[in-house]
């Protein structure tokens, strides 16, 4: 698997214990998003929408088998 961004072939790191809160959940299924999707971007080094000091701690995080943090913006946009 690849995404556009990166054009990452192989994972860059494996999940740990991955948790999520019932209102995130909730949230997610209410705005038709697939936590799996958001996930696996997470672990291709998709960081896009973070600043690039974040990305950059992210890299050195990977490297150093320490904690890497996500961050993804959910927006809904509502055009009426």
Request: a negative charge.
């Amino acid at each position: 698997m690849t995404t556009e961004t990166t054009k990452q072939v192989k994972t860059l790191f494996e999940l740990g214990r991955t948790l999520a809160t019932p209102g995130a959940l909730s949230k997610l299924t209410e705005m038709n998003i697939n936590l799996g999707t958001l996930l696996s971007r997470h672990i291709y080094g998709d960081w896009q929408e973070m600043d690039a000091e974040d990305q950059e701690a992210n890299r050195e995080a990977v490297n150093q088998e320490a904690r890497i943090f996500p961050r993804l913006f959910l927006v809904r946009l509502n055009f009426g």
